[in-house]
């Protein structure tokens, strides 16, 4: 099922039948969807219920009047443009109003061709605004805009989002923390008949059920406490947009109901609401969880379920495609090293042969935030291995024998047996005889730190020919100390 094309929504508030009528018909046969109310009130009623792209206000109104509800609502609606109607001799309160930001201004009498007109610029400034916004983010390498991968799994997702981003399809994202499903998210949308729309992200596992009730649905003025006047919900602001439900998995069984009614009966149920609002949005969930097994359990229901994946995308853990890692800190490097003017970077093999063999458990956002640390700290214009992490040059040399010790892997995609533990390495050859656990229950830290403090004096004894003053000095501690651990560690016999 493809999406229409998206249809501006343009409201007309003037107590006057006739200008309603002959705004309506003009606009109308431009083939926009208008709206037309009588009063203030049911200008503001429509404006918190739905977006509006252009607002046409009479500034003389009963209810409240224009000038007043544009002041009101414009912080809300930063999508619409708003075009106030003034009689003759208000013309000072326009110009006040042009100062509060209103779009324009028109005094009656008027041709109607000056507010066809009005409204085609405001649409155009709206649309070159949102495509500004996105090349802003493009600029920024913001999510929506670089997936990158050339992996063989990486390169089906894109042909995947590349089918079912143009048509309406519900899309079910699943992949560990990290994998970039926000990314895919955006692109669906981007790459959507409804990229002109608006994109709305909720993260279910962001706030209790009750705010996530009324954050995903709305609420009516007066509908609880604290309800001092209506909001629309994020599925009826994503209308003729995409809606993003993040961590999906999360969402409350109540709540899982509510949302099913929506994607079944197109239409919403403000809280305190007494009528419905139809709204018309594509869904595209993300889950780090496991939702089948989520529905087995019972926790997610079945219903629902079937009904976001309809398309599934399983974005594969990074290190399942460590032939992407190259490609990914590169971009990473360049991406930092612009922010911070420190002109060209580059990884050192030895890095990058580090940054490989490595397990990423919080998978590409752990790469990035790696590499962004690691252009802070590199005060040349090489990244070298110690501007990486501790713990991670720690995991890698526990691992292989450190970055020398161990052959650089092939690139290309190579699933790993299990999580963390390549399976193409030769085995590494120790540099030295420290130990690397690599078979068998692991020693305790204690044990560990021993076994290389025994080995480390064994070997300084060796090379001074078991003099204590000169081995003592090399490993920089006093002579008693070294008498002491000697002793402890039954070495006596390698002194002189
Ligand atoms: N393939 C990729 N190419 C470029 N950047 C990526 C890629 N995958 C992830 N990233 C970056 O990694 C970070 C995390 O990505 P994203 O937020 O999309 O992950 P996620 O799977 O939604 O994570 P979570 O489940 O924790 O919300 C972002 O900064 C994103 O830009």
């Not at 993300?286 to 995308?313: C, K, P, W």
Request: aromatic fraction near 6%; proline fraction near 6%.
């Amino acid at each position: 099922m493809m999406s229409l094309p998206y249809q501006p929504h343009i409201l007309v508030a003037d107590d006057e039948a006739s200008i309603r009528r002959l705004l309506q018909t003009v606009l109308e046969a431009r083939g926009y969807r208008v709206t037309v109310v009588e009063d203030g009130l049911q200008a503001a009623a429509c404006l918190e219920r739905e977006r509006v792209d252009v607002a046409i206000l009479d500034i003389r109104m009963p209810g409240e009047n224009g000038l007043d509800l544009f002041r009101r609502m414009k912080p809300d609606c930063p999508e619409t443009a708003f075009i106030l109607i003034t009689a003759y001799g208000t013309v000072r309160t326009a110009i006040e109003a042009m100062k509060a930001g209103a779009f324009d201004y028109v005094t009656k009498p008027f041709l109607v061709d000056e507010v066809e007109v009005m409204v085609e610029r405001a649409l155009e400034v709206g649309r070159l605004t949102r495509e500004l916004d996105r090349l802003k983010r493009k600029v920024n390498g913001q999510p929506g805009e670089q997936l990158i991968g050339q992996s063989q799994a990486m390169q089906k997702v894109f042909k995947v989002i590349g089918r079912v981003a143009p048509t309406d399809a519900a899309v079910l994202i699943q992949g560990e923390s990290g994998t970039g499903k926000e990314i895919v998210a955006g692109l669906l949308h981007h790459y959507s008949l409804r990229r002109e729309g608006p994109l709305i992200k909720v993260n279910c596992a962001a706030l209790p059920e009750g705010l996530l009730e009324s954050e995903l649905f709305g609420y009516e003025k007066g509908a609880f406490t604290g309800a001092a006047r209506s909001k629309p919900g994020k599925l009826e602001m994503a209308h003729t947009g995409t809606v993003f439900l993040d961590e999906v998995g999360d969402l409350p069984l109540s709540l899982q109901a509510k949302l099913l009614r929506v994607l079944q009966e197109k239409e919403i149920d403000r809280l305190g609401g007494v009528r419905t609002i139809p709204v018309d949005i594509r869904v595209v969930a993300a889950t780090n969880r496991n939702l089948a097994e989520a529905v087995h359990s019972g926790q997610f229901r079945e219903d629902l379920f079937y009904r976001l994946n309809v398309v599934n995308i399983t974005l594969p853990p990074l290190r399942d495609r460590a032939g992407d890692i190259p490609l990914l800190a590169e971009f990473f490097v360049q991406k930092y090293a612009a922010r911070v003017n420190k002109g060209t970077l580059l990884l050192a093999p030895e890095t990058l042969a580090l940054l490989e063999s490595y397990h990423w458990p919080g998978n590409v956002r752990e790469l990035e935030n790696t590499i962004e640390r690691a252009v802070i700290l590199a005060s040349g214009p090489v990244i070298r291995p110690e501007h990486l992490p501790d713990e991670f040059l720690e995991y890698t040399e526990g691992r292989e024998g450190g970055p020398s010790g161990g052959r650089i892997r092939e690139r290309g995609d190579t699933p790993a047996g299990r999580p963390g533990h390549r399976t193409d390495e030769t085995a590494a050859q120790p540099a030295c005889e420290f130990p690397y656990f690599r078979e068998g229950p692991l020693p305790t830290l204690r044990q560990a730190i021993q076994q290389v403090e025994r080995q480390l004096i064994a070997e300084a004894l060796r090379r001074t020919g078991g003099n204590k003053s000169r081995t003592a000095r090399i490993l920089d501690i006093s002579r008693r100390a070294l008498q002491y651990k000697m002793e402890a560690y039954g070495l006596e016999k390698c002194s002189g």
